[in-house]
């Protein structure tokens, strides 16, 4: 066979693969509730839809996303067309996305908790700065032999040739370079990011380039947005091109139907295929990694849990109850999510929960434990709720402390009889919450200052008060409010250090942090505000807990296997004054900033008053995104003709003309689904 008819066969193939996609859509369309009343914000690039109620964040967004359209799309070839933004305000859950058919983004704007995912960034700036650069991917994806492709069978299609094409760790990986180049606490700035390829690295496990893409049931290998991340930032400092990667994509997609066109891309404009870039990244990375710790006195430490299985497993967070065993969530490659008990050497399993809303901590007292999960609405999928869970070990019974709620981050009071939480309202407004553990009733709310995001409330030991991180425009803080007055204090001014899980003691608030360059356990003395680094760690320390009698930490300790809980003695004649910690010089992050040249773009969003109108679901109803020939996976059947889907994804619209190759038979169809 010639290598034209090689190529033919393979085209065919393909072809036929990536257009079943719209013979197999799902009939049922993640929609929300009827009484979600639409609006829309029409700037000079985008189409803003939000929900009533979410008109001053919806304003916010279309200045972020006019403001970044040129500095976030420059180095990867200018910006796209216009396109629309959906703000999904009732779903519980902190994600976000851009996708074709139809071409659109959506922002679900519940914010996230975990402090090692947002760092000091607004949820809704952090959306905006990571999807934006997917809508410019997908824009340049549009090229060449994608184009002509788009032009015969629309979006679907080209979007599988786009991910056929390019692997799915550049596009992450791309995009949280951005993220990490524009704002001052992108993924790529935190040690805990990389924390998983790093000890990797550092053990001796020399995964090759498939196994670290393709991942693994053997061995814990981090997602395909750390391995991304590396390559699209190594290549960037090896070259100092910061359009190198669209100069390869580009390549790439301009004859996308060309076997190991991205690795052969990678050579011509680098000098070097993937898998030698791959091996070259991880060599320097080790390189730079080891020098990092090659000076580092560790902190004794002594294990708490067992391990009987070299297969990787984390036992997080955790939390002393009062009969002196450690509460703790085990998880791994052989472990779905559970509860242990981890006493002397020993584990006992109790509970398997449910899915879990992660604010990056657990919280127990007495013999309680609570956390957050997700329900989902059974109609409306887009809808979804983060309720508060209580589990007593003493009798073994669950309780559901609330229901149909939007809380995060469920914190015991000492006595096990009251729960703080936040509360993210669908207007985005940020309330502290204190519920009572048997009843769910709401005993006291406190307000936010300015509406600032409130995350990872802890109780003091006496319960008198509630110490939380509080972001604030100039970075994060720690604060902490008076269960009675409401009224709150700051402990910590607000830093662009990324500080984390804060716990109180009698004289020393514990927190964490990468000041360091590694992720350490520091204390600051209440009395006279000194610091210190309390815990020095070869990979990484996290989520401090402190013993009843307070002599005692308990913490996350990275290892070989996975997250080990440790304990050493709490004694500040031991711990390292702040003024004298190991420093990094620069991170390795810096040459991204520095190629990017707009290290500030999100600290001056215009406030420029767009206007309003009510979103037309009639107009919008008719929106064709795909067309031409396409099968189903079974190959059993050919259509011809076009597909079309309302944005809100209340109206699908099928027209064409359908061979059965069964029946050996050909007619016309048209198929509408509203489901609004």
Do not use: C
Request: aromatic share 12%; glycine share 6%; no cysteine.
């Amino acid at each position: 066979m010639n290598i034209f008819s090689q190529r033919s066969v393979y085209l065919f193939i393909l072809t036929i693969a990536f257009n079943s996609a719209s013979g197999q859509e799902s009939t049922t369309n993640q929609t929300n509730p009827p009484s979600v009343k639409w609006y829309e914000i029409k700037t000079g690039n985008f189409n803003i839809l939000y929900p009533k109620g979410f008109d001053q964040q919806a304003q916010r967004v279309a200045n972020t996303l006019e403001h970044i359209r040129i500095p976030e799309a420059t180095t990867m070839g200018g910006a796209p067309k216009r396109i629309s933004i959906l703000l999904q305000n009732q779903s519980s859950v902190s994600n976000g996305f851009v996708t074709l058919a139809p071409r659109r983004s959506e922002f679900f704007t519940m914010p996230a908790q975990d402090y090692n995912f947002t760092g000091n960034n607004d949820w809704l700036n952090l959306l905006a700065s990571h999807e934006y650069r997917h809508i410019v991917q997908f824009q340049q994806s549009i090229t060449g032999f994608n184009k002509v492709w788009y032009f015969i069978f629309g979006q679907l299609s080209t979007a599988g040739w786009a991910f056929l094409a390019v692997p799915q760790w550049f596009w992450e990986g791309d995009a949280v370079v951005t993220e990490t180049a524009f704002t001052h606490s992108g993924r790529g700035r935190m040690p805990n990011f990389d924390l998983v390829f790093r000890t990797n690295l550092l053990e001796g496990r020399k995964f090759n380039y498939d196994k670290q893409y393709l991942r693994s049931y053997k061995n814990n290998i981090p997602n395909h947005y750390v391995l991304g991340y590396e390559m699209v930032s190594h290549l960037r400092n090896k070259t100092g091109d910061a359009e190198i990667w669209n100069k390869i994509a580009k390549r790439t997609w301009n004859l996308s139907f060309m076997p190991h066109r991205f690795s052969h891309s990678i050579e011509k404009k680098a000098g070097l295929h993937v898998v030698d870039l791959y091996k070259e990244m991880a060599a320097e990375l080790k390189q730079q990694w080891t020098a990092q710790i090659d000076s580092l006195e560790f902190t004794p430490f002594e294990k708490v849990n067992p391990r009987s299985t070299k297969a990787y497993t984390d036992y997080q967070y955790p939390q002393p109850l009062e009969d002196g065993t450690i509460v703790a969530i085990k998880s791994g490659i052989g472990d779905i999510e559970r509860l242990v008990i981890l006493d002397n050497g020993h584990e006992k399993s109790r509970f398997v929960q449910g899915p879990i809303n992660d604010a990056g901590f657990l919280s127990t007292a007495t013999t309680r434990v609570v956390w957050n999960e997700y329900r989902y609405d059974p109609r409306w999928l887009v809808k979804s709720y983060s309720m508060i869970v209580g589990y007593d070990f003493a009798s073994g019974t669950k309780k559901i402390i609330s229901k149909n709620t939007r809380y995060s981050s469920a914190t015991l009071s000492p006595d096990g009889k009251k729960v703080a939480t936040i509360e993210s309202s669908t207007d985005y407004k940020v309330k502290l919450v204190i519920l009572d553990y048997n009843t769910g009733t709401i005993l006291k709310t406190i307000n936010s200052p300015n509406n600032q995001l409130i995350t990872m409330p802890r109780w003091s030991p006496d319960g008198k008060s509630i110490v939380a991180l509080q972001l604030t425009p100039l970075g994060k803080a720690v604060v902490q409010y008076d269960y009675l007055s409401g009224e709150s204090v700051t402990l910590i001014p607000s830093t662009l250090e990324n500080i984390g899980h804060p716990v109180l003691g009698d004289k020393y608030l514990f927190y964490n942090s990468p000041f360091s360059g590694i992720d350490n356990i520091y204390a600051l003395h209440l009395e006279t505000g000194k610091k210190f680094q309390v815990t020095s760690s070869k990979y990484g320390s996290y989520n401090p807990a402190i013993s009843a009698d307070g002599k005692t930490l308990f913490y996350n300790e990275q290892g070989r296997n996975g997250l080990d809980v440790v304990k050493t003695e709490l004694d500040p004649f031991y711990w390292k004054s702040i003024d004298k910690a190991q420093i990094p010089v620069e991170g390795l992050y810096q040459h991204l900033v520095d190629q990017e040249g707009r290290p500030n773009l999100l600290d001056s969003i215009p406030q420029k008053k767009y206007p309003v109108s009510k979103y037309n679901r009639l107009e919008g109803m008719l929106n064709v995104h795909s067309w031409g020939p396409y099968t189903n996976s079974s190959l059993s059947y050919l259509d011809l003709g076009i597909s079309s889907k309302d944005l809100l994804g209340t109206t699908v619209l099928d027209l064409g003309y359908r061979y059965d190759a069964t029946e050996r038979t050909g007619y016309w169809r048209a198929n509408a689904s509203y489901q609004g």
